[in-house]
């Protein structure tokens, strides 16, 4: 999707595991973003990059962290995963802030 | 802190009808507000966006919108429904870090079309 790809598509894992999420992007796009959408919330930002190694906490962050190593790819790990992060997440990247994002086809994850 | 307010969680029109999807937002500074639409199963895709300049944006899929600082609203408009549009609508605003920014989504409005 534009560059943009998501693995996996769908997971299902038992509460208390660990659990990583892959964006990988073909554009060498310096700015990366992690969402969750939940009914009801939209999407919330969960971590975002602004280049290898540079990442901050969004609003939802308790419970993630994120790391990128190469600006192609940006993870995002669930330390210990909990029902409550059952969602679907997306992963985007954006060019400059003129630019909107460019969403990958998400990834649906359920806790149980 | 930005936010984004979508009035009308689901909103329901005939085909060939106007569609109107709300969005405020509220900002301390010039902001970049931004349309998405969402089909099911899939990401989001960019419809519009409005940064500086002309404020009546234009759109793909016949879709516009209009900046109305005076407002604070981002209304999204389209003369006539057609199916294909039934979908999810996100808008969103842009809290702006240097070369770079965060976008803060309202919750959604989901359009029904019918026949």
């Known amino acids: 999707d534009a560059g943009i790809t998501q693995s996996p598509r769908h997971k299902v894992t038992e509460t208390g595991t660990p659990v990583t999420l892959r964006c990988h992007q073909t554009e060498n796009h310096r700015y990366m973003y992690w969402y969750r959408q939940d009914p009801g919330h939209g999407l919330r930002l969960i971590h975002y990059?602004?280049?290898?190694?540079?990442?901050d906490k969004g609003e939802v962050s308790d419970g993630y962290s994120v790391s990128r190593s190469k600006t192609e790819d940006f993870l995002l790990t669930l330390e210990s995963a909990t029902s409550s992060q059952t969602s679907v997440y997306f992963c985007a990247h954006q060019f400059d802030r003129g630019n909107g994002y460019t969403f990958g086809s998400g990834t649906r994850l359920t806790v149980v | 802190a930005q936010s984004v307010t979508q009035l009308g969680s689901h909103v329901s029109v005939s085909e060939g009808a106007l569609v109107l999807l709300r969005c405020n937002y509220s900002s301390s500074v010039p902001p970049y507000l931004f349309w998405y639409v969402q089909y099911p199963n899939q990401g989001l895709q960019l419809l519009l966006k409005?940064?500086?300049?002309?404020?009546l944006v234009k759109g793909i899929n016949g879709f516009e919108a209009e900046f109305k600082k005076s407002e604070t609203s981002f209304h999204l408009t389209k003369p006539s429904a057609h199916m294909s549009d039934a979908a999810e609508y996100f808008c969103a605003v842009s809290e702006a870090f240097g070369g770079y920014n965060k976008l803060i989504f309202g919750a959604g409005t989901r359009l029904a079309v019918h026949p």
């Open positions: 409005y940064t500086t300049g002309a404020t």
């Open positions: 990059s602004y280049g290898v190694k540079d990442t």
